[in-house]
């Protein structure tokens, strides 16, 4: 019976999150520390981290260099967690280097989780290509995270911090920026989002106690342009950032350009370090990033409803979500199908996007942590009736699947109309296998 790499990595004894660093410590010691010889830009952060690693990516691949990308969780097949210039690894390759960390793994006395091997197979892999650089997605929190098995990184960047995970993580941003901030060592150069002054206080220590440069975006220096929708039906965002002017990206939310203003800071600080990223290569890169299931319009077809999905999973992300429909879809109701996973601040997000709201389905996302579309549907009433003053306009429909669901909006939508899937990447990538058939 051949091996299956993506069945033993999920394995359901270890795909708990165990928090810590020796298993993985261990594990990549046995494997012969591969995370030495690579280099690092490690990302940490609660929103935009997977759009600032994609616009990095990107960059550092125009620049010509081998970039490895390292993300979670992923839309549609699991291969798209491990990139080498924008490629997936390949299902030989996964084999090959998951049968190699599995032969270290099982002789060990506590077996590593599930993201631990996977970011051990990672490591291997880019290893193994040759990676001049590797881009590395913290998966939750930072400091307890298996990414930060690595010693100091090129650079350590702090994306947006919000309040997610807060049963793991903490209750307050200062506690949440304190594991975030775990990912700083001396000896890089950290970049940060420009935070909330109780976490960037925390930062701010993070970075004077390792003895490192703190650089952190000039929001004022940006100026965002409108989406160009073009003759081929191809839409881009148009922006200029300090001395970069008509930068245009494919990545439409409204958020997106101070996201890849974090991401150029960061080849700012890789060129002092000795880094050959030049201008074009930044241009280049901003321009062909892509990073699916963020504000992604998916289907815009004669006939038929726009469609877009975005993988908003908490207040902030519902707010971005808001913003960016109203900037690209003015005056327009959308349709929302959301799913959600239980343990998200649902409540908030039904109130942040209620007043824009033009219809709802329910729909429960395939994973153990989902919230069942009827205990969805029931808050959303009660969201309604909050909100909006009236709970006879909120009247939720329950979707048994995606299929379903997507079937139950268009009818709401019709023709003309807008939809938009939210709430979970876990129901965003069900949608696009839908509309991708």
Known sequence: MSFDPIAYI???????????????????????????????????????????????ASILQAAELRTGLFTSPYLITF???????????????????TLLVKGQAEAMADHPTEFELMTAVALVHFVRRGCDIVVLEVGLGGRLDSTNAIDAPEAAVIARIGLDHTKLLGTTL????????????????VVS?????EAMAVVEQAVAAAGDTLTVPDFACLNVGPVDWGASGAPARSFSYGRFADLRTKLLGSYQPANAALAIE?????????????????????????????????RAGEGEPT?????????????????????????????FIMGVLEDKDYP?????????????VAVTPDNPRALSADRLARAIRWTGQDVLGCSAHMRPLVARDMADALAKARELAGADGLICAFGSLYSVGALKEQLEG
């Open 10 to 56: 999920n394995e359901p004894r270890w795909l708990e999150s165990r928090l810590g660093l020796d298993r993985i410590r261990e594990l990549l010691d046995r494997l012969g520390r591969p995370q030495d010889r690579l280099k690092f830009v490690h990302v940490a952060g609660t929103n935009g981290k997977g759009s600032t690693c994609a616009y990095l």
């Open 79 to 97: 291969e798209e967690r491990i990139r080498v210039d924008g490629a997936n690894i390949t299902l030989d390759e996964l084999t090959e280097a």
């Open 174 to 189: 200062a506690a949440i920026a304190g594991e975030k901030a775990g990912i700083v060592k001396p000896g890089s150069a």
């Open 193 to 197: 989002w420009p935070q909330d002054a």
């Open 266 to 298: 960061v080849t700012e600080a890789l060129r002092t370090r000795g880094w050959a990223v030049d201008d074009d290569a930044v241009r280049q890169g901003v321009a062909g990033a892509a990073w699916p299931g963020r504000f992604e319009i998916v």
């Open 307 to 335: 469609v877009v999905v975005d993988g908003g999973h908490n207040p902030q992300g519902a707010r971005a979500l808001v913003d960016s429909l109203a900037d690209v879809f003015p005056g327009r109701k959308p349709v």
């Open 348 to 360: 908030a997000m039904l109130e942040t996007v209620m007043p824009l709201v033009g219809g709802f």
